[in-house]
């Protein structure tokens, strides 16, 4: 009796990825870089510097879920509501 294999599509899975990062990171590199580049004239250092950037946005992401550090910087930028009312003492103080 043999037995039926189904092929399966991993790729389908997995993250969109250029150079190891995704879309939303390589934005925070383009972001890096123009700011470098806008304050700084060496080519030398700044290539260095985005590098560096590079490496550590890869350290950081190891391990991490898809869509991590998006996730992160809209719940940082979402506006935060807080009750116009006030708290009761009882609620407070447990009384």
């Given at each position: ?9 991993e ?18 590199l ?66």
């Open positions: 009796m043999a037995t039926k294999e189904v092929k399966g599509f790729k389908i899975f997995e993250r969109n990825k250029v150079l190891g990062l995704e879309f939303f990171d390589l934005l925070v383009i972001l890096i870089y123009l700011a470098l580049f806008s304050f700084s004239s060496h080519l030398i250092v700044n290539l260095f510097c985005l590098f560096g950037a590079y490496l550590v946005l890869r350290f950081y992401k190891r391990g991490k879920p898809a869509h991590w550090l998006e996730s992160l910087f809209l719940f940082l930028l979402r506006p935060r509501t807080y009750s116009p009312t006030r708290e009761l003492k009882s609620e407070v103080y447990g009384e």
